[in-house]
């Protein structure tokens, strides 16, 4: 596959605090870069490692790291200064009219999310200017990614209903010239970008729904409570209806350092292997190892990517089919799972809590539900294409 000039691929991985997304994410990429591929990493997480996982200084601004190879921490106070002035400058003021110092201000415009969606819109500047084959996003820890990927979502309401209130603002202002505003009057400008943000917003959301372009892989180590957050992180991006491709286990114990550590830690993390393989089967699994030393600059990395990827192409879309969706029709809420070599007759579901067990035959899916699902009776379930679709009540 050579992606060159026809499209960017976009991978995004993330999962719980310290798992290995940075290291991942700065393997992927310089695997990429070594193919042939124009690749770019960004970090999201306002916590930036990327700069000291790939050994180079970053900042703000877009930096070439190697050949083929570039970099960012996307930094939300530069970007309001220089990409989203208008926004930033209007917001500012307004603040300041509501009392607010203007240090403070200028702080506040930064609201959750913004990282990743500064990002969003470099992927659709990448994009349209055929820039970059691949570009590798390094998020933030999972609750807070799962916040921002619905971003589009959110920001459309949200824009929406700010764009009104201006709107509104300015034609109140009209129909009362004379009288002082206690509100700083948006510019036209500043209408203008945010019209701009909205139709922006649809393009970032089709490119993340695009599942031939952006997929996300879920990084985690063999753990009880990353395989738990990890399972969650799942259901939401389902939610969200994004296309998870694949999971990455890192942090195995080596085969071949038997010894080095107690045999205690291998059962466990046989147990572990199982109970990631019910919960995400039949997902492709992408695998690397504890390393004895830090992760950290080139040669390390090399060795990461080695592991994860063979000599196969880290860019590939892996699948575009959501093996996990969930989804309201006609009314009724359903969750339908990809199960392969399945029939009606062998299914059991269980639920307990916020856990949908499903057995067919000898095979085993654990689900965690979303908090929406959790206080709902399964209804039926039945087979259709090789998918069982779970209605609930
Ligand atoms: N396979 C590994 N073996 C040994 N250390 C690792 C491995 N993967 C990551 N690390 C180390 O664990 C720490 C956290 O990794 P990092 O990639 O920053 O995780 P995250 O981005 O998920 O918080 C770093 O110090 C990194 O060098
Ligand atoms: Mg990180």
Redesign the pocket.
Same mark, same amino acid.
């Given at each position: 596959m050579h992606l060159s000039g026809e499209r960017t691929r976009v991978i995004i991985y993330t999962? =719980? /605090? /310290? #798992? /290995? =997304?940075?290291? *991942?994410?700065?393997a992927t990429a310089l695997r990429c870069a070594k193919l042939g591929y124009r690749t770019i990493a960004m970090s999201t997480?306002s916590a930036h490692?990327l700069a000291?996982?790939l050994d180079v200084p970053l900042t703000g601004e877009i930096k070439k790291v190697g050949k083929n190879l570039d970099a960012i921490e996307v930094d939300v106070i530069h970007e309001m200064e220089t990409r989203w002035q208008e926004i930033g400058k209007y917001l500012s003021d307004f603040m300041v009219s509501q009392g607010l110092d203007p240090i403070s201000s200028k702080e506040m415009t930064v609201w959750p999310g913004m990282e990743l969606m500064s990002a969003l819109f470099y992927i659709e500047e990448f994009k349209k200017a055929g820039e970059y084959d691949v570009v590798v996003m390094?998020t933030a820890?999972t609750a807070e990614t799962l916040r921002l990927l619905s971003f589009p979502d959110t920001a459309d309401w949200y824009f929406d209903k700010m764009y009104k209130i201006f709107k509104n603002t300015v034609r109140l202002a009209r129909a009362t010239v004379g009288k002082v505003m206690s509100m700083p009057m948006p510019t036209d400008a500043f209408l203008n970008d945010l019209d701009h943000l909205k139709d922006r917003m649809k393009t970032v959301r089709q490119i993340l729904l695009d599942s031939e372009t952006t997929s996300v892989r879920l #990084?985690l180590n063999p753990e009880k409570m990353v395989i738990n957050e990890t399972k969650r992180a799942y259901t939401y991006l389902s939610l969200y209806n994004l296309t998870v491709e694949c999971i990455v286990v890192?942090?195995l114990l080596p085969e071949d350092a038997r010894g080095h550590y107690p045999e205690v830690k291998y059962e466990e993390q046989s147990k572990y292997m199982q109970m990631i393989e019910e919960s995400f089967s039949p997902l492709k699994m992408l695998k690397?190892?504890?390393?004895?030393?830090? *992760?950290?600059g080139k040669k390390s990395l090399e060795v990461?990517a080695e592991q994860l990827f063979g000599d196969t192409d880290p860019s590939q879309v892996y699948t575009t089919e959501k093996s996990m969706e969930i989804y309201s029709k006609d009314g009724v809420d359903q969750l339908s799972l990809k199960l392969p070599f399945s029939s009606k007759d062998q299914v059991e579901l269980y639920k307990s809590n916020d856990v949908l067990i499903v057995t067919v035959g000898w095979y085993k899916r654990s689900v965690a539900l979303p908090y929406s699902l959790v206080k709902k009776e399964v209804r039926k379930a039945e087979f259709k294409d090789g998918r069982l679709v779970i209605s609930f009540k």
């Open positions: 999962g =719980k /605090g /310290g #798992v /290995g =997304k940075t290291s *991942v994410s700065a997480d490692s000291d996982s390094d820890p #990084v890192n942090r690397s190892y504890q390393s004895s030393t830090e *992760v950290v990461l």
